[in-house]
């Protein structure tokens, strides 16, 4: 489509046929990785069962380079999906974000940190 940020890229760090992986041009981490499919569409509730595969397949093999080349601790996984969630580009995309320890003093919640005063519990 054109203008979209993530359609037509030639800098994917692995690929598949339907979706490719490059690295996030804001990362929140050493290594944050999108994983991101070749139609355009903006909802993960768009894709189709081929294209989640072909996603997810990504998501785990940008996990194994993450390990080799970063060795993080831990991982969050995550997909805004609507302006309201936090999506501003509207092309689906999967974060995979490695993290370190001591990266933030306490990560309890994880993914709940999306709503601050409910990620400790």
């Known amino acids: 489509m054109s203008g979209c940020v993530f359609c037509n890229r030639s800098d994917a760090v692995m690929a598949n046929d339907l979706a490719q992986v490059i690295y996030d041009g804001n990362p ?3 290594g944050h990785l999108l994983v991101i499919p070749r139609r355009h ?12 595969e072909a996603l ?7 996990k194994i380079f993450l390990d ?3 060795r993080p601790d831990g991982f969050n996984i995550g997909i805004n999906v609507g302006r309201h969630a936090g999506q ?6 999967i974060h995979l974000i490695p993290r370190y ?7 309890k919640g994880g993914v709940r940190g999306v709503i601050p005063d ?3 519990y």
């Open 28 to 30: 929140v981490s050493r």
């Open 41 to 52: 569409f903006a909802s993960f509730f768009e894709a189709t069962q081929q294209e989640r």
């Open 56 to 62: 997810f397949e990504l998501v785990g093999q940008g």
């Open 68 to 70: 080799e080349h970063y």
């Open 88 to 93: 501003s580009v509207f092309h689906l995309h």
């Open 101 to 107: 320890e001591g990266d933030i003093e306490n990560p």
């Open 118 to 120: 409910k990620r400790v």
